[in-house]
Nanobody, 115 residues
Framework: QGRMVESGGGLVEAGGSLRLSCTTH????????MAWYQQVPGNTREQVAYITHDGRRNYADSVKGRFTISRDTAKNTVYLQMNNLKPEDTAVYYC?????????WGQGTQVTVSS
């Protein structure tokens, strides 16, 4: 069992929004860069965004201007606000540290965007 617990996925229409959450242990959260990854069936997991322990952010080109990553230290939680969703955003979304640790992967949360 991994160290991350993701939630917040669902089925939305194109143009809609979702907010994903990922909670983990304080010792993991506090000192690491946290990141969100997406995986489409048959493809490898790809990073979509990361946030450092001091709040610096980076986004994949495909989500820039639409997704926002944030972290709540008090809750040991990282969020991914997803706006203006597109069908190509359909994937399972996972969080992990960056660089990843394979033993940290959780179950992920499914995001499905209908056209």
């Amino acid at each position: 069992q991994g160290r991350m617990v993701e939630s917040g996925g669902g089925l939305v229409e194109a143009g809609g929004s979702l907010r994903l959450s990922c909670t983990t242990h304080r010792t993991i959260f506090s000192y690491n860069t946290m990141a969100w990854y997406q995986q489409v069936p048959g493809n490898t997991r790809e990073q979509v965004a990361y946030i450092t322990h001091d709040g610096r952010r980076n986004y994949a080109d495909s989500v820039k201007g639409r997704f926002t990553i944030s972290r709540d230290t008090a809750k040991n939680t990282v969020y991914l606000q997803m706006n203006n969703l597109k069908p190509e955003d359909t994937a399972v979304y996972y969080c992990n540290i960056w660089p990843v640790r394979d033993d940290y992967w959780g179950q992920g949360t499914q995001v499905t965007v209908s056209s």
